[in-house]
Nanobody, 114 residues
């Protein structure tokens, strides 16, 4: 079955960095675009970044543009989210997802606080 396992979250001070990873299995990863979402307490899930199957096209929400970078390694079935210059408003649970597949992982908590 499809599995998405996110990791790399944690507690970081404002201005710090984190690198999230998502290991996928159960589908042909290299043939699928991937997305990172986040959900803050009391808020709807928000699309943060997308990447095409070959990694050539990447998009970002306005709230993270210039600070976050999405990438992937198709040999490792893994998509990454490099997060720099973190702000308290980036605090959320972060999830990866393939847009064509109805499955979510457990997410990884990111907390930005001094």
């Amino acid at each position: 079955q499809v599995q998405l396992v996110e990791s790399g979250g944690g507690l970081v001070q404002p201005g710090g960095s984190l690198r999230l990873s998502c290991v996928a299995s159960g589908f042909t990863f290299r043939m699928n675009g991937m997305r990172w979402y986040r959900q803050a307490p009391g808020k709807e899930r928000e699309l943060v970044a997308t990447i095409t199957s070959d990694g050539t096209i990447r998009t970002y929400s306005d709230s993270v543009k210039g600070r976050f970078s999405i990438s992937r390694d198709n040999a490792k079935n893994t998509v990454y989210l490099q997060m720099n210059s973190l702000k308290p408003e980036d605090t959320a649970v972060y999830y990866c997802k393939a847009p064509t597949i109805d499955a979510w992982g457990q997410g990884t908590q990111v907390t930005v606080s001094s």
